[in-house]
């Protein structure tokens, strides 16, 4: 009763997706989640994450982001619940700054139809914004946002119906390998398996010490604010973006769910952290660096704090995605090291897990993001 075909450690954004793709190829998997599924300890909570085709980040992703769209649609339609809500996106920064550049460089590199438009243009479309007038955006109107949480629960359910099976509150304490595959431990139980999947996030380096170097876990806030003009911040006056600009690279979303304006910094205040040891609470600085940047960036939308959460962002040093089978395990498979702009791609990385898990290999185009690339 203890066997599978696949284990899956860890039921966050991309595990879920990938104990829902290895369910529905019919093979027998257990997912193992050491919190609540879904929870507010990693990196998935608050409502809300970006999708968006505007992928600065390299060309390489949107074909990845493409499939990604297509399958959150399917989920969609398997549970009946509106999950992707399109806003438009903007991604903004001085003409030869890297995300204007690199937006423009993905959409012209997959004909993706996109405008250009200036800071004062961007702000009489969107009176919500006030851009500089040095400032440069692309506006893509395919851009929008997830319902992070909900994703995830609608995956497992999914998943269960298919007959998977999802552990919820079980920490996985370690693994080895067997001459069969894998053998897992935790604090209910042990379980064996032909594979062995990681999505364990800002634990990777705690089940696969080998990539402590590569996966550097951060501390990030979220706040939302209480809009003076809320009708300048409802999705369908108000696009997602993301901004950079002197005071660092800001990301932001309309008012949905929590009724305030959210926005976040990458690399909020530069803090690397121990996720089981990180500060979780707020302090005055961290809504202050949020609040400056709204109050002169969107000032209509700089009123009181109504929530501050924080979260964690699991950094690779060139900031690209790991996804890969270990080179001394291939039985081992790894998904980590998302950097902050993950979610958006987590259900096609669950169809790349489980490809990984049951060929060891994938169709899709993951060269960008193999380990060979740390040395």
Not at 338 to 357: N, P, R, T
Request: proline residues 6%.
């Amino acid at each position: 009763m203890n066997d599978y075909d696949a284990i899956v450690i860890g039921v966050g954004a991309m595990g879920s997706a990938t104990v829902y793709q290895l369910a529905r190829r019919g093979l027998r998997v257990l997912g193992i989640e050491r919190y609540d599924i879904p929870n507010e300890m990693g990196s998935s909570h608050g409502i809300s994450r970006m999708i968006r085709l505007t992928l600065q980040e390299d060309p390489a992703y949107v074909p990845l982001v493409r499939r990604a769209y297509e399958l959150w649609h399917e989920l969609e339609n398997i549970s009946g619940e509106r999950l992707l809500i399109t806003t438009g996106s903007i991604r903004a920064g001085l003409e030869d700054s890297s995300y204007y550049l690199g937006s423009v460089e993905a959409c012209e590199a997959h004909h993706i139809p996109h405008e250009i438009l200036t800071g004062p243009e961007v702000n009489r479309r969107f009176p919500g914004y006030r851009l500089s007038e040095d400032t440069m955006a692309v506006y893509q109107a395919d851009g929008g946002f997830l319902l992070s949480e909900r994703c995830i629960v609608n995956h497992v359910a999914a998943a269960l119906d298919l007959g998977g099976e999802v552990h919820g509150r079980e920490q996985a304490l370690d693994w080895e390998p067997t001459a069969e595959g894998v053998r897992v431990n935790t604090d209910r139980g042990t379980y064996t398996a032909k594979n062995l999947v990681v999505c364990s996030g800002a634990w990777t380096s705690k089940v696969l010490p080998d990539l402590a170097k590569s996966t550097a876990v951060e501390r990030q806030v979220l706040a939302w604010f209480q809009p003076r003009r809320p009708e300048l911040f409802r999705p369908d006056t108000f696009p997602v973006f993301g901004v950079m600009a002197d005071e660092g690279r800001f990301y932001g979303f309309p008012t949905y769910g929590i009724p305030g304006f959210k926005i976040g910094r990458t690399h909020h205040l530069d803090q690397q952290v121990d996720p089981d040891l990180m500060d979780r609470e707020i302090h005055p600085e961290d809504e202050a660096i949020l609040r400056d940047f709204t109050s002169q960036y969107f000032p209509e939308a700089a009123g009181p704090a109504l929530a501050l959460k924080t979260c964690m962002f699991t950094n690779s040093p060139d900031e690209h995605f790991i996804l890969d089978t270990l080179p001394d395990f291939p039985q081992v498979s790894v998904a980590a090291g998302f950097s902050g702009h993950g979610f958006k791609h987590s259900s096609v990385v669950g169809e790349i897990m489980a490809d990984l898990a049951q060929h060891g290999e994938t169709a899709h185009d993951i060269g960008l993001f193999r380990l060979g690339r740390f040395g």
